[in-house]
């Protein structure tokens, strides 16, 4: 092993603890309402689409529920951290505990979602965008301006990266307080 072996769990201030809190549950909750839209609204709104054909469908289709979960998994690792703060006593007095196992592995997973997310976004824009090339070469029969619905159905993948991401910015120094961090919010 490299380096220090973690502590398995550290005392944090109680603005810290608050904050962990507070910011997971709200980031929690936001990105699981987004899991739901773009896992559900890109397969509804991808076949109706008059750009639709059949192969690209499919692969749009299940790039947004790929999204949808991994939004839903960043989602829900930032709700569970609320767990992992705790009360308990040592010899100062009563503080609050961090369970800092679960929350190196919940950095792991916002890493990891982050990045597929990511990946599947730009998998979903290739594929997309190709379709419309092909269908608006000099050979197409119909070319199809970007309606609303063309609008939307662009931007959602564009959420789900744009929260993964975000929730990675902002967990990854609550999952992982630094020593700096934990005396600014002594203060």
């Known amino acids: 092993m490299i380096g220090p072996a973690p502590a398995s769990s550290i005392w944090i201030p109680p603005k810290l603890a608050h904050r962990i ?3 997971g549950t709200v980031s929690g909750a936001v990105t699981l309402a987004a899991a739901a839209l773009v896992g559900v609204g890109m397969p509804v709104i991808g076949p109706s689409l008059p750009t639709a054909t059949s192969p690209v469908t499919m692969l749009t289709t299940s790039a947004g529920i790929f999204l949808g979960l991994f939004l839903a ?3 829900v690792t930032m709700t569970m951290a609320r767990g992992w703060v ?3 006593r040592h010899h100062t007095g009563t503080d609050f505990i961090f369970d800092a196992r679960p929350a190196a ?3 792991v997973v916002l ?3 982050a990045a597929a997310s990511i990946l599947s976004a730009l998998f979903f824009y290739t ?3 190709a379709n419309i090339t092909w269908s608006s070469g000099p050979h197409a029969a119909n070319v199809h301006p970007v309606t609303p619905s063309i609008a939307l159905f662009l931007l959602l993948p564009a959420l789900a990266v744009g929260l ?3 929730n990675l910015v902002v967990g990854l120094p609550l999952f992982r307080p630094s020593q700096r961090t934990i005396q600014r919010y002594t203060r």
């Open 105 to 107: 592995t919940g950095s």
């Open 127 to 129: 594929s997309y965008t």
């Open 21 to 23: 809190r507070r910011v």
């Open 111 to 113: 890493l990891s979602a």
């Open 164 to 166: 993964t991401l975000a």
């Open 73 to 75: 998994v960043s989602g």
């Open 86 to 88: 705790s009360l308990g």
